[in-house]
C-alpha cells in the first residue's frame, strides 16, 4: 500500500464550487504539506502543519484553506473554485527526527476548473 | 530571496551515457537539498537527501553533490537507460523549520 495517498486522483469541476481533496498518510510523520505544480514552474507551497495543532500559510494560500483533522489526515479545499487553479496538486509528509526532514509525496491530483 | 534554478529545461542523450544535472541556488544558507524524480502522472520520488553539512550522497548509479559555497548542486546518472527518463527536480530547504524551495526542473530523455 502507497505510503502517502490522495483522493480524488483527477477532477472536473466549475467555477465556484466547493472542492476538497484529501491526504492520507501511514508514515507516522508529523509534518504534511499541499503543493501545487503549474507547467514550467517549481512546486509552490500552499499550506504546511507541523502537527495537528498548527496550521501555516505557504507561498500560495489565498483562495485555498486546509484542515489537519488528525496526524494522519490533512485536507485542502477551494471554497470557490475558479480557473487558474486548474494544476497538479500534491500532497508531501515529513518528519524532522526520523529522515532529517525528507519529503515523501502522494501520487497528486489533477483538477481542473471549467 | 533563495532561489532554484536548473538547467537546461530539458536534455535527450543515448542509452548509456553519463550525465550531469545541474541545480543552483542563490543563498547558500541552506539546511537540506533533496533531489525527486518525476513520471508522468505519478507523484514526486525523493532520490536523494543531502544535509548542509555534508558534501555528496550516493544510491545506486546516482550521485549528488553540493557545494554550498558556489551555490550548486549536481546530480550524477551513471550509465544512463531507458527508465531514467523523467523529470528531476531540486528542491532547497534554508532551515529546519520551512518549506521546499523548488527549480522548475530538467525533462529528462534518454533514448534507446
Known amino acids: 500500500d502507497a505510503d502517502v495517498t490522495q483522493t480524488p486522483r483527477n477532477r472536473i469541476t466549475k467555477t465556484g464550487k466547493r472542492i476538497m481533496l484529501e491526504c492520507s498518510q501511514t508514515k507516522g510523520h508529523d509534518r504534511m504539506y499541499w503543493y501545487r505544480q503549474d507547467p514550467g514552474l517549481g512546486l509552490r507551497l500552499i499550506y504546511y502543519s507541523f502537527d495537528v495543532k498548527d496550521i501555516n500559510k505557504g507561498e500560495i494560500s489565498d483562495g485555498y484553506s486546509v484542515s489537519r483533522q488528525a496526524q494522519a489526515k490533512f485536507s485542502l479545499s477551494l471554497e470557490s473554485a475558479i480557473p487558474n487553479q486548474t494544476a497538479l496538486y500534491f500532497c508531501a509528509t515529513s518528519d524532522l527526527l526520523g529522515s532529517g526532514d525528507e519529503q515523501f509525496f502522494g501520487p497528486g491530483t489533477r483538477l481542473t476548473v471549467l | ?112
Not at chain 2, 543552483?24 to 524524480?37: C, E, K, P, V
Open chain 2, 1 to 112: 530571496k533563495q532561489e532554484v534554478t536548473q538547467i537546461p529545461a530539458a536534455l535527450s542523450v543515448p542509452e548509456g551515457e553519463n550525465l550531469v544535472l545541474n541545480c543552483s541556488f542563490t543563498d547558500s544558507a541552506i539546511y537540506n537539498l533533496q533531489w525527486f524524480r518525476q513520471d508522468p502522472g505519478k507523484g514526486l520520488t525523493s532520490l536523494l537527501l543531502i544535509q548542509s553539512s555534508q558534501r555528496e550522497q550516493t544510491s545506486g548509479r546516482l550521485n549528488a553533490s553540493l557545494d554550498k559555497s558556489s551555490g550548486r548542486s549536481t546530480l550524477y546518472i551513471a550509465a544512463s537507460q531507458p527508465g531514467d527518463s523523467a523529470t528531476y527536480l531540486c528542491a532547497v530547504s534554508p532551515d529546519s523549520n520551512y518549506q521546499l524551495i523548488w527549480g522548475a526542473g530538467t525533462k529528462l530523455i534518454i533514448k534507446p
